[in-house]
């Protein structure tokens, strides 16, 4: 059985699985690091970005893609308060990322849930009434012992709180400081490349996670996308809504596609935790996965550091 799933997992990753007229494939796309993900590059700012970001969902007549918020910038520059404004603006949703963004493998079950709460007041200044109440864990860090993790998920299930998971992505945070290294630079070749590269990463995680969902449950699921909001992502979003789109998808809202029961313990964190994301199901699973592009190392020689 394990070996069967394996040769299927390595034939559909060689391309063999295709998008079929009578599929209906779903994915609500989510962006994190609201309203600030830096670097920012010369002559951006978290609202020009925010604007070409709302700019290209409106133009694609894609909504319903929640934003989530790390409250804190607003008091350490204020005038990201602008980014957020335009995402509502926009008529987006929010959600909450933690007041301060840390990672709940280095603070206490307590201190986490102060960041959750820390975060309310302002998302609820933008959003009055709105269905914020998801967590997107920094880092995706849920908690490195069962105990925190159950400790946090309790307090979330006690606040009427659902987790935004993540089911797939390609890495897009990688591209953001190499970008910015580029424009500094003023190097139009490096900023081609990383470009390429980034819709290369794409394309690869659209085949590589519908295999696996399609290994683990014989079928897609509605996939929940990781995107952060920076400035090389604000210029690619045409171009990448239209590889969903080519490839069949309809696009969501995170609410439509966590009612699949792959996210049971997502919607009701009252439930027992079930392992993180596509890749956390196929290794409990004791699926082998096949090796995926290293794409840190080929952006690290993208208009490197000076001293890198
Ligand atoms: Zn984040």
New binding site residues.
Partial sequence: MRAALIAFLALAIGGAVQAQAKETLEIAITF??LPL?GPIPQGETPLSIAQRVTAALKAAHVNNVMG?V?GRWITTQPETIEALRVWRSAGLPLGN?TWS?PNLNQLSAAQFEQEIAGNEPLLEKLEPGGDWKWL?Y??LAEGDDPAKRGEVRKYLASHGYKIAAVTTGFGDWQWTAPYARCVAAHDQKGIAELKRLYMQSARESVTFDRALSKALYGRDMPYVLLM?IGALDSYMLPQLLDVYRKAGFRFVSIQQAERDPFYRSDVDPSLPPEPQNLEGRAAARGIKLPAQTDYAVLLDKICPAPNG
């Fill in positions: 994190d690091d993900h989530m790390n990322h963004h997107r920094p880092f952060h």
